[in-house]
């Protein structure tokens, strides 16, 4: 087994309270945290930063969620703990999903460009879809990652309407919607009867509740919202372990390639999220410690 060193100060970015990128402060002398039962110590190489991160740090202060005190939602990176779990061995590349990921160590339990990819996945297997995107680099990336169909929100003005002439009148059998609040209305009128909405995201906000009286003119199916639900439906190490190998199966074989937008330095986080919220990016932002 080899052996790693490990500081007991690292660099991280700290939060005191919500509001705009202004309140994300880096240090360089956060203390590195140590494991507890059932939970590994990561280094990590690279963090992934999400639209949602966004709206969490800019809203979600109204008493539903608090976050710790430096980000949460980050991926791919190195596990570094003393002793295995989970048969996890020290110097062990993973990829992770969960709280504190905005520094250069995180503790995490063991067991643990959505849009592009979710375009790949949904060619691949012959399905018919329909895009929306706001700037015409967006709307040329969607098709090159295999969307039938483009409409520009900003530009189109009864985006509904259009979707009813594309389908003929049928709307569409599933909404994968990242948005929230703002397309809540879109997405009950565009779902075709029998239909499924899938909410992953909460960019503009959290949905609006919709009562099941409403739903069931349709027959609508309602999935989410966001990771509760992702790992809900995972169940067992084993079966995420299991979908990942899948996920990054197809990435390695080509099936779907990742749009890398960008990589920041983590003492450039506040640039990160004004980029962000500034709708500057496309694919997947970075972040390296």
């Known amino acids: 087994m080899p052996s790693v060193s490990i500081p007991k100060v690292m660099r991280g970015v700290q939060m005191k309270n919500f509001g705009g990128p202004a309140v994300l402060q880096y240090r360089t002398d956060l ?25 969490i740090l800019a ?38 999903l969960a709280m504190g990921g905005y520094a250069e160590y995180t503790a995490v339990p063991a067991a643990g460009g959505i849009g592009l990819w979710l375009c790949q996945l949904l060619k691949a297997l012959g399905a018919k879809t329909i895009g929306t995107a706001g700037t015409a680099e967006k709307i040329q990336l969607a098709k090159e990652n295999g969307v039938d169909f483009v409409i520009n929100y900003r530009e189109e003005k009864d985006l509904v309407k259009r979707v009813e002439e594309i389908t003929e009148g049928h709307g569409v059998d599933v909404v994968y919607d990242g948005i929230g ?13 029998d239909g499924t909405i899938v909410t992953y ?12 009286a409403r739903l069931a003119t349709k ?16 169940g067992t190490p084993h079966e995420f372990g299991k979908w990942c190998a899948k ?23 506040v640039m990160v999220h004004q980029d962000l919220e500034g709708r500057k990016t496309t694919g997947k932002v970075l972040v390296k410690p």
């Open 181 to 193: 609040k703002d397309q809540t209305e879109n997405n009950m009128n565009v779902i075709a009867k």
């Open 59 to 96: 809203h979600w202060d109204d008493g539903i969620c608090r976050w710790r005190n430096h980000r949460p939602r980050s991926r791919g990176h190195r596990s570094v703990s003393p002793g295995s779990v989970n048969d996890l061995q020290v110097g062990d590349r993973v990829v992770w």
């Open 247 to 269: 996920l990054f199966d197809a990435i390695a074989k080509d099936e779907i390639s990742v749009r890398i937008h960008g990589t920041y330095p983590l003492s450039e986080i």
């Open 219 to 234: 027959n609508v199916r309602l999935v989410g919202p966001g990771e509760s639900a992702l790992m809900r439906s995972v």
């Open 31 to 55: 203390p590195v945290p140590v494991p507890r039962d059932s939970e590994v110590l990561i280094k990590n190489d690279f963090i992934g930063i999400n639209y949602v991160d966004v709206f």
């Open 201 to 212: 995201g909460v960019a503009s906000g959290i949905p609006p509740p919709i009562s099941p």
